[in-house]
């Protein structure tokens, strides 16, 4: 799960499976594109994310306590 990603025109997201303890915020904030692994670890559930959720990725990202998510 390490680097789980979704791409789309420049933007690309990526969870960290080695730094994610599963505090689903992301889910939370973005259930479009974050959901659930069986272990209750976030991953990338949605390829491509389009421009219209890029607001809502990024308010995940911000409010990850691990650091688990990029955005680039």
Not at 38 to 64: D, I, Q, T, W
Request: some cysteine.
């Amino acid at each position: 799960m390490t680097g789980e990603r979704a791409t789309t025109d420049g933007m690309v997201v990526a969870v960290d499976g080695r730094k994610c303890q599963g505090h689903n915020r992301c889910m939370a904030l973005c259930p479009e594109v974050f959901e659930a692994d069986e272990f209750g670890y976030s991953v990338v559930r949605m390829n491509p994310v389009g421009h219209e959720l890029e607001e809502k990725v990024r308010l995940a990202e911000a409010n990850c306590p691990e650091r688990a998510i990029t955005v680039t």
